[in-house]
């Protein structure tokens, strides 16, 4: 705002009338109220001397957004005007790309590709990543779902394999690949492995739970929230109730390396750590593990190896070391 003694006010889009000088966090909080405008951070700078003030506002969200509209017939002073510059262009996902599974590969798909055309997000879609990938002769039965995943329009899409009679699309089946023609600074498309699969047996039923982390205190002078699991009883019957006389049984897991253990693997060096290293589990050895491989990555990496199969990985700096700290830990019941 440029004037002699700036007064009055103004409004954006179709918001209260705002006083000149209003506040970074009043105008936060008028602009987030507004429907086209969702979350966002304001700075303001102080005052030039004649009553200007210039606010920095920050879009969380969306993408690259529209140039806000002003309405500054409420303003007061001698050649008052306002002027919005767009400082930092946003960015934002846009484009296309196609996955590939087994030899064979999909038609290309929208940035924002619904997971099924009957979707409510759907629009005006012609084609959605269920009905892409079940084209495909290598796939059979499958769900998708989507949901955002940042503040540049990314998308995830969720993708189950069930069981079918095409053998590359039962059991623990490969990774899905991907192509893309993006835009975006940044713009990929990663594909990772949730939930490894297994093929369904008449006779075999695979179990795995996750205990729970946490405990209930009292307000007492010294909170208790019982003593350490020393096992686990798995115990399986016919019946909803566990009354029946005929098949029933169970199974004791009380392993200590099962209940309890975590193996920590630290890298460190005297200055910054580079390159590369491996592991080695029952004899096997894995393939080369970027010192900044993220933790997906570096399960990926694990759970190639014919011996292990379900694991969790987490990974942060050290606090002393100047390295990488990752847990991992296996479950043989899972």
Known sequence: INGNKVGGSFKVYDSYWLDYDISAAMLQEELEALDEVDTVTV???DDDGYGGFSWTITFETGGDVDMLELDTTGLTGVGVSMVIEEVVKGNQVGGQFRLGF?????????WNAPATLADADA???????????????????????????DSENGKVWSITFQETEIESNTGD??????????????????????TKGSEATSDQLAVSFTPPMWCSTSQVKQAHCGDPISKYVIAWDITSDFTSSGIADNVTLDDPEFLYGVQIIHTTGESEVTGTFQLSYNGEVTDSISASATAPEFRGILES?????????SREYSKTDSGVEVDVSQSKYS
């Open 102 to 110: 087994a030899g064979e590969w999909t038609d290309l798909l929208d």
């Open 123 to 149: 629009g005006n879609a012609t084609l959605s990543v269920e009905d892409a990938l079940q084209a495909l002769t290598t796939v059979g039965r499958i769900s998708v779902t989507r949901a955002d995943s």
């Open 43 to 45: 700075a303001r700078s």
């Open 305 to 313: 190896l014919p011996d292990i199969n379900t694991l969790q990985v």
């Open 173 to 194: 089946v490969e990774l899905l690949l991907a192509e893309n023609q993006l835009t975006g600074v940044g713009a990929t498309v990663y594909v990772q492995e949730v």
